[in-house]
Structure formats: C-alpha cells, structure tokens
C-alpha cells in the first residue's frame, strides 16, 4: 500500500483547490456570457398580446387579418365541413427557439399574414408569392386560436389568383400583392386605409398579424421613426411570418400600411443551443404606404 507525504498530501489539495477556482471561474464567465445575450430583446421589450386577449376592437380589425399556411397542416373533413390540423408543430419544435422566448409553446404553422382590403381580395408581402405556385399550395386562415385543433370551413379561404404590381420604371415597384380568394369571407370586417398625409415621424402606431408562424399577435408601443415617400420605418416588435400584416394609426385605428421587412430576429446561445430573441437598437420595422402602393402600382 502506498502512503503520501506531508509535503505530497498538501500539494494535491492545492491542485484541487486550483481546479476548482478555475471551474468556478469558468462557470461565473459562461453565466455573465449567457446573461448578455438573454438580457436583450426586441427594441423596448416584447409587448405581443394574443388577439383572444386584446380588446374588442382589435378583435374586429383582427377579424380582417389572416394567415398563410401550408396545406400540408390542413387535413379536409368533407362530412364535417372543417379541416383538422396535422401534426402542427411548436414554436420551439419549429424554429429552436429557447423555452423562455414568449409563445414558445405555442403552435407555429403560419407563414406569413394578410388582410382583407375587400370581401374576396387581401394584400400580403410579394415576397411571401415569389411564383405561382404558393397559390396552389397554401391557403388563407382566419380567426385562427391557439391550440386550435379544428377549423371550420368559413375559416378557411384558397387562392385562385394572384395579382402583381404593374411594373413602372419611374418607381420603386412594392413588395405586395393582391390575392383574389376562392370566396367571400363569411365574417368580413371593412379596414379604413389613410393615406400617408395622415401620419408623420413621431406617431404611434400598431400591428396585427402571425409573428413567426403563430396565431394572430396585437403589437404596439410602437412609433414611426422615419417617414420616406413610399414607405416609413418603425420599431414595431414584428418577426419573420408577419410580412403582410396590417400596420394602423393608433390615433385613427385606420391602417397605413403593411410590414414587409424588419432586422435580425434572435441570436444564437451556444451555451443553451437555442435562439434567443435579439435586441434591436434602431426602428428598422419596413411598412410600405398602402393607399399609395394601391393607387399607383394596381
């Protein structure tokens, strides 16, 4: 058997103690490290309300706002008239977002938004109907709840036409485009559009629309922070999926325009291995003029 020395016992112990100052060290840096990236959000923080929460005026514009989704998720009942959801995934499942990120649980089949501007027609970003063929195989949601499994037929709308800008040399083309649905909407809401006169830099304003894929998102605290000719700038907490969504006046309740691109949504925590959301220092929320893209490109 082997014995250790005085001197022997006393060097391990201060190797041990080392290796646990450096463990400690270590642990306090990936903390600090982790703490900095979560600490951030978007702009002034997240102030998404889910529209069964919102009031009931929002609930009425909301009634004109709907969702693009693949037809992968909407499994027809003919005996039933409604459709059932399949296999919809979480927003965590989806995207990889980490578990504190808000709606993390919730189901995320959208794309992108859209809203009504007549009984058949709704406008969306022309980005979300790059070709024809998204036509085909998405169709339009409305009044969609979370965690719903079921949808009646009256929620569900397809595409059968798409209408693009008419291409004008002397300006920027926008990206939109009108989509003609298969019917009327059932529950149809009439949207007030103003037109960019009636806003400036400074007001405030608000959206609807499916923030990352999720059931219909109210989002406001928000201003206008630069106000161009055909398009303003904001600091709206909007993500990926609501490109489409309708932006209002909060002073009139009327809409002035649409999101069609915005900054960086989340970051990537290599400690936790998931996405967390990333702040935003400057409104770079893109919201095309709507009236004006109308008159001049339809």
């Known amino acids: 058997m082997a014995f250790y020395t005085q001197q022997q016992g006393n060097n391990v112990r201060l190797v041990m103690q080392r290796v646990k100052l450096f463990l400690f060290i270590?642990?306090?840096?990936?903390?600090?490290?982790?703490?900095?990236?979560?600490?951030?959000?978007?702009?002034?923080?997240?102030?998404?309300?889910?529209?069964?929460?919102?009031?009931?005026?929002?609930?009425?514009?909301?009634?004109?706002?709907?969702?693009?989704?693949?037809?992968?998720?909407?499994?027809?009942?003919?005996?039933?008239?409604?459709?059932?959801?399949?296999?919809?995934?979480?927003?965590?499942?989806?995207?990889?977002?980490?578990?504190?990120?808000?709606?993390?649980?919730?189901?995320?089949?959208?794309?992108?938004?859209?809203f009504l501007i007549a009984p058949d027609k709704l406008v969306t970003a022309a980005h979300c109907i790059p070709t024809g063929e998204e036509c085909a195989e998405f169709s339009w949601v409305f009044g969609l709840e979370q965690d719903q499994d079921i949808l009646s037929v009256d929620q569900v709308y397809t595409c059968s036409k798409v209408k693009r800008p008419r291409l004008n040399w002397s300006l920027n083309n926008p990206d939109m485009v009108i989509i003609t649905?298969?019917?009327?909407?059932?529950?149809?809401?009439?949207?007030?559009?103003?037109?960019?006169?009636?806003?400036?830099?400074?007001?405030?304003?608000?959206?609807?629309?499916?923030?990352?894929?999720?059931?219909?998102?109210?989002?406001?605290?928000?201003?206008?922070?630069?106000h161009t000719r055909n398009h303003c700038l904001s600091n709206l907490d909007t993500f990926q999926g609501n490109s489409g969504s309708p932006v209002f006046s909060k002073r009139t309740g009327n809409v002035i325009g649409m999101v069609v691109s915005g900054g960086q949504d989340f970051i990537y925590n290599k400690y936790r291995n998931c996405f967390e959301l990333k702040y935003k220092r400057k409104g770079q929320e893109k919201v095309i003029w709507l009236k004006k893209a109308l008159r001049e490109h339809f």
């Open 181 to 226: 649905l298969d019917r009327k909407v059932k529950h149809y809401y009439q949207l007030t559009i103003d037109n960019e006169r009636q806003v400036d830099k400074g007001d405030n304003i608000f959206t609807i629309g499916s923030p990352l894929g999720l059931a219909l998102k109210f989002s406001g605290n928000a201003k206008i922070t630069k």
């Open 26 to 114: 270590f642990s306090l840096l990936i903390s600090l490290d982790a703490q900095a990236i979560g600490n951030k959000s978007i702009y002034s923080g997240d102030d998404r309300v889910s529209i069964s929460e919102a009031s009931l005026l929002l609930r009425r514009l909301a009634a004109s706002t709907a969702i693009m989704v693949s037809n992968y998720y909407l499994m027809p009942n003919i005996d039933y008239d409604q459709y059932e959801l399949f296999a919809p995934l979480s927003l965590r499942e989806k995207k990889n977002v980490c578990s504190d990120v808000a709606f993390a649980s919730d189901y995320a089949i959208g794309s992108c938004s859209g």
